[in-house]
C-alpha cells in the first residue's frame, strides 16, 4: 500500500474449514492483516474475499455493499452462483473452491487485485498516446496490453475492435488477467500450449 502498512483483508465465509483454509492460503502469499466478517462494515478494508456458502448469501448485494473495495468470490461449482454473474456484478475476481490448482492462486489473484486498486493511475499512464497508435487504435481486429511489472498481468489496454469480439468493454476488462476469457467450453490443451510458448519466449 501507498502508506506502506500491509493491507486489510476481510474474509467473509461461514464454514470454520474454509476460513482456516483461506486464511493459510493467504498468509503463505501476503504479509496482510486478516479479519472475519461478522456483518460489520466493509468499506476500511482493502479487499473482501466473500464464499458463497454464507447462509442466505446473495453474492451480488455483498459485492454492491462493498463499494469501491474490491471483491474476490470463492464459488462451490455445485452452487447458486456462476463466475459470470458474479463478474457481472462487479467482483474483481473468482477463484474455484473445489478445484485444488485454482484455490492455490487464491493469493496471487488477491495480490493482483490490491496492486491494480494501487497502482491503477500510473499503470494506464505507462500506456502513453504513442503506444496506443502503434496499437492501432482503430485495427478492426482485437488488441490488448497488459502490464508483466503488476502482479498477475492485468489488462491495461483493449480496443474497440477487442470489445466488439468480446463483448467486454472497457470497464470490464481492464485490471483483469485475460484468462477471464476462458469460459467453461474452453479446450484447455491450446490454452496450455500458448502459456508454455509465452513462458519460453517461442512463438505458438
Known sequence: MSDERSPRLLV???EDDLFDRVERRLRSTLDADIARWNAGVVDSFDCVVVADDLPDADLG???AAAGDVPVVALLRPDGDHSAESVLAAGAADV????ETNLFERLGRRVASVLAWRED?????RRVTEDLKERAMDEAPVGITIADASLPD?????????FESLTGYDESEALGRNCRYLQGPGT?????AELRRAVD???SA
Open 12 to 14: 467473509a465465509v461461514h
Open 200 to 202: 519460453a519466449e517461442e
Open 187 to 191: 479446450d484447455a490443451e491450446p490454452v
Open 120 to 124: 491503477r493511475a500510473a499503470a494506464e
Open 95 to 98: 477463484v474455484l473452491v473445489t
Open 61 to 63: 448485494a455483498v459485492v
Open 153 to 161: 498481468d492485468p489488462l491495461v489496454y483493449v480496443n474497440d475492435a
